[in-house]
């Protein structure tokens, strides 16, 4: 059954640090999202991203992120400068031919933030 | 603007007893609904969906939800509880934009 992949699953990082992390979608799916969830609180939307651009992002979302699909396999989250409260874990997903469809989720990676 | 409430926390049942974790949410419009579940070092994985269709819903491992627009509710039950269940349970809505909105979680616990 496809499922969604994502490397590393740990990251330790310096604070000032830039992390990325990857996730390799879905083979056929066509929207790609990043979440995240700082321990103890909810899972929180960050973007979403169709047709190599930004669909939708979230407040959390902002100039120290970024989103790429550099190839047609992959898809990143860079955070440029890192900072404590950016410890968290962080899931990327994916959903078929439209926005409605069922997002699936990868393992994720939990980023720790020194 | 959409929330979802999930009612406890924690829930603790012994195997072999039914399952109810509770799930109420607010929409301005016809939502979709979900469950997802998390084991522990594990992913986030689809338990059932809702999407005006039949309002009974079956998912996988045996795990069902009703959606009632007039309760707002959208509660996850399961006839019997397996130790196997043991996990974190995610109710979650979308209205038909790009994000999913996250309940905080119910931690199912399961006694011998």
């Known amino acids: 059954e496809p499922e969604v992949t994502q490397t590393p699953s740990h990251q330790v990082t310096q604070m000032g640090q830039e992390v990325i992390l990857r996730c390799v979608p879905i083979?056929?799916?066509?929207?790609f999202y990043w979440y995240r969830q700082i321990l103890g609180q909810k899972v929180e939307f960050l973007v979403s991203?169709?047709?190599?651009?930004?669909?939708?992002k979230s407040e959390i979302f902002d100039d120290q992120f970024s989103v790429e699909r550099p190839d047609g396999s992959n898809f990143t989250l860079k955070i440029r400068s890192t900072k404590l409260e950016d410890s968290a874990m962080y899931f990327c997903?994916?959903?078929?031919?439209?926005?409605?469809?069922?997002?699936?989720f990868g393992p994720g990676t939990r980023l720790l933030v020194l | 603007a959409q929330s979802v409430t999930q009612l406890d926390s924690h829930v603790s049942v012994s195997e072999g007893t039914p399952v109810l974790l509770r799930c109420n949410y607010s929409?301005?419009?016809?939502?979709?609904l979900f469950w997802y579940v998390q084991h522990p070092n594990k992913g986030l994985q689809l338990l059932l969906k809702?999407?005006?269709?039949a309002t009974l819903v079956k998912g996988i491992n045996g795990f069902e939800a009703e959606f009632k627009k007039s309760e707002t509710s959208f509660h996850l039950t399961k006839p019997s509880a397996h130790m196997s269940d043991a996990a974190e349970y995610f109710c979650?809505?979308?209205?038909?934009?790009?994000?999913?909105?996250w309940g905080a979680g119910t931690k199912l616990i399961i006694k011998p």
């Open positions: 083979s056929n799916h066509l929207y």
């Open positions: 809702y999407t005006s269709a």
């Open positions: 979650v809505v979308s209205e038909g934009n790009y994000q999913l909105i």
């Open positions: 997903a994916s959903s078929g031919q439209g926005w409605e469809e069922t997002q699936y």
């Open positions: 991203f169709y047709n190599n651009e930004i669909s939708e």
């Open positions: 929409s301005s419009y016809s939502p979709s």
